[in-house]
C-alpha cells in the first residue's frame, strides 16, 4: 500500500476505506431535498436542511479527526504534504472565480445593464427611471412601476471601515504567529492565534449590526432592487467565509494547545492563514467597489 522513505513515514499513503463520503453524501441528499421542498411551502424541508448540516458538521468532525490522527502518527510524508498544498491552492482558486463572478455581475450591471435601461430607447417605458449607481439618487426612482419600496444606501462610515481595520489587523495577528511558529514560540503563537480568531469573530458581529441597521433604518433589503441584491450577495458571502476561516483558525488554535504541528511540519495551520489572506483580500474589494464607488 505504502513504500518507505527514510525512517518510518512513508512515501506514499493510502489510507483504509473510509465510509465518510458516503456519510456525507447522505447528508446532502437531505440538504437539497430539504431546501427544494422548503422554498416550495412544505414546513417540514427546513426541518430536512437542519438534519442535513448536523449531519455533515458530524461528519466533518469525524472526518476530520481521522485526518489529524493520521498526520499526528507520522503517516504523511513528503508527497501527502505536497498534494495538501496543491488541493488547498486549487480549492482558494476557485473561490477567486466564485467571487470573480460576483464582481463581474457587479461591473455588468453598473457599466452595461443600467446605462442601457436608461438610455432613450426605455424612456417611454420607464420615464422616470434613470441609470445611475446606486438605483436610488435624488430625482430619481429605483422602481418605475413602484414595486421597490424606498432604502437608503450603505456608506462606507463606520461600520464597514471598521470590519475593514478589525479584518487587517487579523492578517497581521496571523502573520505574526505563524513567524511564532516557526521560531517556535509556541505560547506566542497561541496568543496571536486567539487575537486573530477574537478579531473574525468580532467582524462577523458587526456585520451582523450593520445588516440590522440596513433593514431597520435604512430600508436596504434583499429585494431592494439591483443594488440590494448585489450588496447582499457580495457581503453575505464574505461574511460566511469570514465565519469558515474563523472556524477554521480557531480549530488550528485547539490543535496548536495540544501540542500539535512543528516548526517545520505544519501545513494545517499554513492552509488556513492563507484562505485567511485570501478572505482580506476579496474584502478588500469589496470595501473600495461596494461601499466607495
Not at 476557485?94 to 426605455?122: K, Q, Y
Request: charged residues 10%; hydrophobic residues 50%; aromatic residues 20%.
Amino acid at each position: 500500500m505504502s513504500s518507505s522513505a527514510t525512517g518510518s513515514t512513508p512515501r506514499y499513503f493510502v489510507p483504509e476505506p473510509s465510509r465518510h463520503p458516503a456519510f456525507m453524501a447522505f447528508g446532502l441528499f437531505w440538504i437539497i431535498l430539504g431546501a427544494s421542498q422548503w422554498i416550495n411551502g412544505y414546513e417540514w424541508g427546513k426541518y430536512a436542511v437542519l438534519l442535513g448540516f448536523l449531519w455533515g458538521f458530524w461528519v466533518l468532525f469525524r472526518w476530520f479527526s481521522d485526518a489529524i490522527g493520521e498526520s499526528e502518527a507520522g503517516r504523511y510524508g513528503r508527497k501527502v504534504d505536497a498534494s495538501y498544498r496543491w488541493a488547498m491552492s486549487w480549492f482558494i482558486f476557485s473561490e477567486v472565480m466564485f467571487f470573480g463572478a460576483f464582481f463581474t455581475a457587479l461591473w455588468w450591471l453598473r457599466g452595461h445593464s443600467l446605462p442601457s435601461l436608461g438610455g432613450i430607447d426605455n424612456s417611454l417605458l420607464w420615464p422616470n427611471f434613470k441609470g445611475v449607481w446606486p438605483t436610488v439618487a435624488p430625482g430619481t426612482t429605483a422602481s418605475p412601476a413602484g414595486t421597490i419600496e424606498p432604502f437608503q444606501v450603505m456608506t462606507p462610515f463606520w461600520l464597514p471601515t471598521i470590519n475593514t481595520a478589525l479584518l487587517l489587523s487579523s492578517g497581521v495577528t496571523v502573520t505574526i504567529a505563524h513567524h511564532a511558529l516557526r521560531e517556535n514560540h509556541r505560547a506566542r503563537t497561541i496568543a496571536f492565534m486567539w487575537i486573530t480568531v477574537l478579531l473574525g469573530a468580532s467582524f462577523v458581529c458587526v456585520q451582523g449590526y450593520e445588516y440590522f441597521h440596513a433593514y431597520t433604518e435604512l430600508n436596504l433589503k434583499l429585494s431592494s432592487g439591483a443594488y440590494g441584491s448585489t450588496f447582499f450577495m457580495l457581503t453575505g458571502f464574505h461574511g460566511f467565509h469570514v465565519i469558515v476561516g474563523t472556524l477554521m483558525l480557531l480549530f488550528i488554535t485547539l490543535r496548536i494547545t495540544k501540542g500539535h504541528f512543528t516548526p517545520e511540519r505544519h501545513f494545517g495551520f499554513e492552509g488556513a492563514a492563507w484562505y485567511w489572506h485570501f478572505v482580506d483580500v476579496v474584502w478588500l474589494g469589496l470595501y473600495t467597489f461596494v461601499y466607495w464607488l
